[in-house]
C-alpha cells in the first residue's frame, strides 16, 4: 500500500472511532493529537483516559524555589484540570488517575474532581496524593492530614463517591487519613470495588487503612500491593506492634467469600511483608493465587530473603484455602 494513502485512511474514519484510538494512547500523546488538523482539535476531550500528574505537565520550568510560586504552579496544574474537565463532552470515563502530592490548599478541588470521576461512573480510579520526596522530615505528613481534617477535606464525603468505582487505585497517604475518622469502620456503605491496587510502604501506621478497605469491600476479588522500597516516613506508632497486629483471627467478608487472587509488586521477603500476606493466607478461604514479583535491583542478601520467604509461604504457613498457589516471580 502507498504510504500516501494512509492519512487519507485515517481521515475518513468516522469521529467515533479516531476517538477510540486516541483513548488509547497516554494522556500526554492523546492532546498533542490535536495539533494533527482542524478536525482533530477537540477530538481529545472526549477520550475516556484522564491522566493528570503534576509531575509530567512541563510547569517545573516555571518553578522557582519559594513556596509562593511553587503554590502558584500547582495553582495552574489544578486549573488545567478543572478545564480540561469542564470541556469534557463523554457520558462515561474508562480511567481517571489524580496525582498530586500533598495537596494542601486544594482539598475543594479534589473533592470536585473526584465527584467528576463519579458522575462519570470511572471504571478506573487512581488516586495518589503521597509525595515521592525521600527527604520529607518524619512525622511532617501528620501535620498535613490534622489540616486536610480541619480545613475541609471531608473524607467521608470523598469515599462516598467511591462506592461504585469496580478497580480503585490508592496511595499511603489515603491509608493513613482515612484511619483518622471518627469510627472509619463504619464510614459509608459497603464499596462494589473488585480489584483493588493498594500502594504502601508497608509501615505499621498503614496496616488499619488496609484493614479498613478489606472491610469495605465485600465483593473484592482481587487485590494488589505495589509497594515502595524507599520514601518518606509518615508517622511513627510506636503501639503498634506488626507481628501482633495481624495475629488476630479477625476477617472480613472479602476473605470469607470473593478474594481469590492477591499479588505483591516490588516484593522484597521483609517482615512487615510477611506479617501482612501470612494473615491473608490464614484467612482467605477462597484465595486461589498468590503472586509475589521480586523486587528488582536486589543484592545476594535482598535475593536470599524473598526466596526464603516464599518458601517459607509454600511449606510452613497455615493455609485457609486448600486451592491456593504461591508464585514467585523474577527472582
Given amino acids: 500500500m502507498d504510504s500516501g494513502t494512509k492519512p487519507n485512511l485515517i481521515s475518513n474514519l468516522p469521529d467515533c ?28 476531550r472526549e477520550t475516556t483516559n484522564l491522566v493528570f500528574k503534576e509531575s509530567e505537565f512541563g510547569l517545573n520550568q516555571f518553578v522557582v524555589d519559594t513556596e509562593a510560586k511553587n503554590s502558584e504552579t500547582r495553582a495552574l496544574f489544578v486549573s488545567i484540570m478543572h478545564q480540561w474537565i469542564s470541556r469534557f463532552t463523554g457520558n462515561t470515563m474508562e480511567t481517571f488517575e489524580l496525582c498530586l502530592p500533598e495537596p494542601v490548599g486544594f482539598e475543594e478541588d479534589i473533592m470536585s474532581l473526584i465527584e467528576f470521576a463519579a458522575t462519570k461512573q470511572t471504571k478506573n480510579l487512581v488516586i495518589n496524593f503521597s509525595s515521592s520526596n525521600s527527604r520529607q522530615p518524619p512525622g511532617a505528613l501528620h501535620i498535613k492530614l490534622i489540616y486536610f481534617q480541619k480545613t475541609g477535606l471531608d473524607i467521608t464525603r470523598l469515599f462516598s463517591n467511591l462506592i461504585y468505582v469496580r478497580n480503585l487505585t490508592i496511595c499511603p497517604f489515603l491509608l493513613e487519613m482515612i484511619q483518622d475518622c471518627d469510627d472509619p469502620m463504619k464510614l459509608h456503605d459497603p464499596m462494589k470495588t473488585r480489584h483493588l491496587v493498594i500502594k504502601t510502604h508497608m509501615y505499621p501506621h498503614e496496616f ?31 503501639l503498634i506492634h506488626p507481628k501482633t497486629f495481624w495475629l488476630n483471627n479477625k476477617t472480613y467478608e472479602c476473605l470469607e467469600r470473593t478474594l481469590k487472587a492477591v499479588k505483591v509488586e516490588n516484593f522484597c521477603g521483609i517482615s512487615n511483608e510477611l506479617h501482612v500476606l501470612q494473615y491473608l493466607i490464614r484467612t482467605g478461604r477462597v484465595m486461589e493465587r ?24 509454600q511449606k510452613n504457613v497455615e493455609r485457609g484455602s486448600r486451592h491456593l498457589r504461591v508464585t514467585l516471580h523474577n527472582a
Fill in 17 to 44: 472511532l479516531l476517538v477510540l484510538i486516541i483513548s488509547f494512547l497516554p494522556f500526554k500523546q492523546s492532546v498533542q493529537t490535536s495539533v494533527l488538523a482542524k478536525r482533530w482539535k477537540n477530538l481529545c
Fill in 208 to 238: 488499619g487503612g488496609i484493614t479498613i478497605f478489606l472491610n469495605s469491600c465485600p465483593e473484592l476479588e482481587s487485590l494488589t500491593f505495589e509497594t515502595y522500597t524507599t520514601g518518606p516516613i509518615v508517622r511513627y506508632w510506636p
Fill in 290 to 313: 498468590l503472586d509475589l514479583h521480586a523486587a528488582k535491583r536486589l543484592n545476594n542478601e535482598q535475593r536470599r530473603l524473598v526466596l526464603t520467604a516464599a518458601e517459607e509461604f
